[in-house]
């Protein structure tokens, strides 16, 4: 094998799953047709579960110290807000920052964990059988053959690995565009105009404006026409009555409202993640942070198969969790997307116009908007468990970020244990895990804690009362829980559920790890 795995595509998708399989020791390529990195941002925002998961790994600092936050997003372009606040998290806001700078930091990060990324090189052709896959690369100095033992496309809508996997991408094709502009030149108080007329315009790093319209009259047109300076300014006074004074364009795009997903995430050695997975219309944004989210699905797994520690099925696992995932995220952008174009089409506007207020009102109820703004942060999801009727309510679900207090350690955040991409048994009890014989077969690949949860450190959760052990998975999500009191009376069912979620259990290497 020339590698591990070869990743296809580096954007976000593809260098966040490159960190994580570098961060479990497992040997990444990363190919990318583009020679440079992306300069222009078609996606702005981070969710608020997509900046748990940078925090998990000790990286979200680095994020917020680029972007600003804002306390939520929108649903539809509907007036009133989903408020991301109120929410279970730490992170209660949407960090807006420009794709490209998401993209350099995961870059830097993968430069740190000695991941290599050959750019200006494109896929053009892949076979796989029983030991490996061979990806047949263009570049510079002509084709070469790499030879891995899995390949996953991150490669975008038009994915050559899905395409040459085989892989089925049912869907609907576009009925619907707009265009978005990244200008230079503005008039003052143009984006305040712009919005009062339904137009997204905000203001973008270096002195850009984002523009972004559908305009009725243009709004069938195909999405692989280019857009010209002359279009943008015609829609706008369409749109808004004035061209806002727009000038000097970095970037102009037209995108549509196709919306795919694939049949399988998974076919033999060849997986797909991000766009390569699914795609829709870029409503509410979340298309970068459902691939970030595949990706730290996958990263985990996929090193547990390639180095000889997974249990059986465990990689089928990331199918059957992240395409229900792919399928909400695509059926809820379907949804608003309707609702925005309806208004642009005159036989509905009336119609349309009472309904939005319909649901403006019902998002002003606390409970409504905490429903809809938890699909969107992705905050609110639980993976189905295999475990049967006997699991903990908990199982599936993401693990809160509780304050710990651990022993020689002070106050420990949960996430904080989370940066080495590793499992982790935390017993809230107190109790010593290793004293029952439990985590030290599994020391190379979890750690072990011994803490306790408590109201006076702030760490007190109403989701954890009454559980006195609970096995993280990497990705932060529960993979086992237990309320029963003693170590040695969870014995059972903390080597089931290890052996189930981390592998077979190796030789012993010493005593529980106190903190990591």
């Known amino acids: 094998m020339d590698t591990d795995v070869i990743v296809v595509g580096a954007g976000p998708t593809g260098l966040m799953l490159a960190c994580e ?13 583009r020679t440079e990195p992306q300069r222009d941002s078609r996606a702005l925002t981070l969710h608020p579960r997509s900046i748990e998961l940078m925090d998990q790994r000790g ?17 539809a372009g509907l007036d009133t807000r989903l408020d991301f606040a109120p929410l279970d998290t730490r992170h209660g806001y949407t960090l807006f920052l420009a794709q490209a700078r998401t993209e350099a930091v995961l870059a830097a990060r993968a430069h740190e964990l000695g991941v290599e990324v050959r750019r200006g090189r494109e896929g053009v052709g892949l076979r796989q059988d029983a030991d490996g896959v061979e990806l047949d690369v263009r570049g510079p100095e002509g084709v070469e053959t790499v030879r891995a033992a899995y390949a996953v496309g991150c490669d975008g809508g038009r994915s050559f690995v899905r395409r040459a996997a085989g892989i089925e991408f049912p869907g609907t094709d576009e009925t619907l565009t707009g265009i978005l502009g990244d200008f230079a030149v503005a008039d003052a108080g ?31 047109t195909p999405s692989g026409e280019p857009v010209t300076l002359e279009e943008f300014r015609a829609c706008l006074v ?22 795919r997903l694939a049949a399988r995430y998974r076919s033999g050695r060849v997986l797909l993640a991000g766009d390569a997975a699914h795609v829709h219309f870029p409503a509410a944004g979340q298309g970068l942070n459902t691939g970030l989210q595949d990706a730290v699905n996958l990263g985990w797994k996929l090193a547990a198969e390639i180095r000889g520690r997974a249990p059986a099925g465990l990689l089928d696992t990331y199918h059957r969790e992240r395409h229900p995932v792919g399928r909400a995220v695509t059926e809820n952008t379907e949804v608003q997307t309707l609702l925005m174009e309806l208004t642009l089409v005159a036989p509905y506007q009336r119609p349309v116009a009472a309904l939005r207020k319909l649901l ?37 679900a993401r693990m809160p970020d509780i304050a710990l207090s651990v022993a020689g350690s002070g106050v420990r955040r949960a996430y904080e244990l ?85 592998g077979a259990p190796g030789r012993a290497s010493g005593a529980a790890v106190a903190v990591a």
């Open 360 to 396: 403006d009102g019902l998002l002003g109820i606390g409970e409504v908007n905490r429903r809809l703004a938890g699909e969107v942060s992705a905050l609110d999801i639980a993976y189905p468990t295999t475990a049967g009727a006997d699991a903990d309510p908990l199982v599936g």
């Open 238 to 259: 369409r749109v808004c009555g004035s061209d806002c004074g727009v000038d000097g364009p970095r970037w102009l795009s037209r995108f549509g409202n196709a919306t």
């Open 21 to 33: 399989l570098a961060l479990a020791g497992v040997r990444a390529l990363v190919v990318e047709r």
């Open 59 to 75: 990286l979200s600092d680095r994020f917020l110290a680029l972007g600003r936050t804002v306390p939520g997003w929108h649903f």
């Open 418 to 502: 989370l940066h080495e991409g590793r499992f982790v048994l935390l017993a809230l009890d107190g109790e010593d895990h290793a004293g029952a014989g439990g985590a030290p077969e599994w020391a190379d690949r979890v750690t072990a804690v011994t803490a306790v949860t408590t109201t006076a450190t702030g760490a007190g959760h109403p989701r954890l009362d009454g559980v006195t052990e609970v096995l993280v998975r990497p990705d932060g999500h529960i993979a086992w829980a237990s309320r029963t009191a003693g170590a040695a009376a969870r014995g059972s069912g903390r080597s089931a559920a290890l052996t189930a979620w981390a």
């Open 190 to 220: 143009g984006a305040e105009r712009a919005r009062q007329h339904g137009v997204l315009a905000v203001p973008l790093a270096g002195g850009l404006t984002r523009f972004v319209v559908v305009d009725p009259e243009r709004m069938r």
